[in-house]
């Protein structure tokens, strides 16, 4: 059975940081890709970013390139998203997911699996 458990979502003030985290059990998570996503209330879920299975390729939603970092642990089956100079548009629900495939996808309909989501709140 596949787990994915992400933590360290919360309320801060912009210009804030936080970092998500998010532990994998049940797969060979070095594997798969992995991605971080959000969905913000009467949106669709967005691309965020994702990091390749071994960490070499990373991608990001250029609203927040230079701000977020995405990063890996595969001897830990963890996937980080440093979040930094936080905006109340960064409010959301993030949840970060297992690509399908080795070299991640911006698209949330090659993610095979999710975790439940972990609610940011920037306030202003």
């Known amino acids: 059975q596949v787990q994915l458990v992400e933590s360290g979502g919360g309320l801060v003030q912009a210009g804030g940081s936080l970092r998500l985290s998010c532990e994998v059990s049940g797969l060979t998570f070095s594997d798969h890709a992995m991605g971080w996503f959000r969905q913000a209330p009467g949106k669709a879920r967005d691309f965020v970013a994702h990091i390749h299975r071994i960490s070499d390729t990373l991608d990001y939603n250029p609203s927040v390139k230079g701000r977020f970092t995405i990063s890996r642990d595969n001897a830990k089956n963890s996937v980080f998203l440093q979040m930094n100079s936080l905006t109340p548009e960064d409010t959301a629900v993030y949840y970060c997911?297992?690509?399908?495939?080795?070299?991640?996808?911006?698209?949330?309909?090659?993610?095979?699996?999710w975790g439940q989501g972990t609610q940011v709140t920037v306030s202003a």
């Open positions: 997911g297992v690509c399908a495939y080795a070299h991640g996808s911006r698209s949330q309909y090659d993610y095979t699996y």
